[in-house]
């Protein structure tokens, strides 16, 4: 089993800043794909970005390409989004999520392991 445990979303005015943190436990991780997903409110569940772990590849979803940066920190198991220029159109429950394949994808379906998500909430 592998836990996921989001934290650090909020209530932020727009041109502000977030960073997300995925803390991950577990016996069963190891070389793996992680990724964050939104979800607003009547949406489906997006992908935002994504990191193989461990490793340097990643993968942006065009939304938020040159405003977010997702980071891994081995020695904390921990992996973060730093969310930068943030719109009212990132406002969104944000997931982490991991998969056993050392692999990125965009697709929700290909992970296994999801976190409780974190409240984004990006107004004036």
């Known amino acids: 089993q592998v836990q996921l445990v989001e934290s650090g979303g909020g209530l932020v005015q727009p041109g502000g800043s977030l960073r997300l943190s995925c803390a991950i436990s577990g016996r069963n991780f190891g070389r793996s794909g992680v990724a964050w997903f939104s979800q607003a409110p009547g949406k489906e569940r997006e992908f935002v970005s994504g990191?193989?772990?461990?490793?340097?590849?990643?993968d942006y979803a065009d939304s938020v390409k040159g405003r977010f940066t997702i980071s891994e920190d081995t020695a904390k198991n921990t992996v973060y989004l730093q969310m930068n220029s943030l719109k009212p159109e990132d406002t969104a429950v944000y997931y982490c999520?991991?998969?056993?394949?050392?692999?990125?994808?965009?697709?929700?379906?290909?992970?296994?392991?999801w976190g409780q998500g974190t409240q984004v909430t990006v107004s004036s």
């Open positions: 999520a991991s998969r056993s394949v050392w692999a990125i994808s965009r697709s929700s379906v290909h992970y296994r392991y």
């Open positions: 990191i193989i772990w461990p490793g340097f590849s990643t």
